[in-house]
């Protein structure tokens, strides 16, 4: 039995899965359901969890060369939105590009985890180093 690190299992095994370059997506609640990715889904409550605790959680077995976001995130939410995801994320790269082109690297994903979080655009998708 896991008794530290992440304790959901699909999750450990999205986790395992990803290699050098490859990507892994955590989504907000209202990113829409991609058929041919694995999804897991732990949304409960609005805004638990959130994409950013799934970050947190996720960082001490992740490897993050960049990470990729869409450039509506700076213009839908203020600063300190950034700023919290800056803090997260110190010494990667984070690019920002249209939300249809983030869209496009969706389909080559490892996999997907999907969260409660309300913050529009929060959804990243994470390049493994």
Not at 50 to 59: G, K
Not at 68 to 88: K, T
């Amino acid at each position: 039995m896991l008794r530290t690190g992440i304790l959901n299992p699909a999750i450990n095994s999205l986790i395992s899965r990803v290699r050098h370059t490859n990507t892994l997506v955590i989504a907000d609640r209202g990113f829409p359901f991609w058929p041919r990715i694995e999804t897991v889904d732990i949304s409960l409550v609005d805004d638990i969890p959130q994409v950013l605790d799934v970050l947190r959680a996720i960082r001490a077995n992740f490897v993050i060369g960049r990470v990729f976001m869409a450039e509506e995130f700076v213009v839908a939410n203020g600063s300190e939105a950034r700023a919290n995801l800056q803090q997260e994320i110190p010494g990667v790269p984070l690019l920002f590009e249209p939300h249809v082109e983030f869209k496009k690297r969706v389909p080559d994903a490892i996999g997907l985890i999907r969260t409660a979080d309300t913050i529009q655009y929060a959804n990243m998708i994470l390049e493994s180093a």
